[in-house]
């Protein structure tokens, strides 16, 4: 066994595992942090991409229900559209015909007015015409 400890071979194959333990550990704890790292990372990302799934999820159902009720939405305005469309022909309709006989009345009252006008011009002309024959009849 002595002439193990003197052969250099041996001391090289001693001093070789020692160098193997000792950078190996190191090694291993460089190479163990950095693949905890990397899995740290990795866990990290995959409960954002859970959050952003249930996220998309979330939004992707919400615009399946706004889908889904849109027809009916746009029918319901459409109908309060035509209800309103149809108010106003009615209030423009009525406006129209209050306004028609306003004119009428108003022109009514115009003739009205040309006639009270024309009666008292012939009324003046009779008058007047009278007034001459009895002035010509005393006259003569």
């Known amino acids: 066994m002595s002439e193990y400890f003197q052969d250099p071979a041996f001391w090289y194959a001693v001093s070789f595992i020692l160098f193997v333990v000792v950078v190996g550990r190191k090694l291993i704890n460089l190479i163990s942090s950095t693949v905890q790292e990397h899995r740290q990372a990795i866990v990290a990302e995959l409960k ?3 959050a952003l ?3 998309a999820e979330h939004a992707h159902a919400q615009i399946c229900h706004e889908l889904e009720h849109w027809a009916d939405e746009e029918k319901t305005k459409r109908r309060h559209q035509d209800q309103q469309i149809a108010d106003l022909k009615k209030s423009y309709h009525e406006n129209y015909e209050k306004l028609r006989d306003q ?3 108003g022109n ?3 003739i009205q ?3 009270i006008e024309s009666r008292k011009r012939l009324e003046t002309f009779v008058a007047e015409d ?3 024959n009895v002035k010509k009849d005393l006259l003569s």
């Open 48 to 50: 954002e991409a859970k």
């Open 53 to 55: 799934q249930k996220e």
């Open 103 to 105: 004119k009428i009345r």
């Open 108 to 110: 009514d009252s115009y």
């Open 113 to 115: 007015a040309k006639e």
């Open 130 to 132: 009278i007034t001459l």
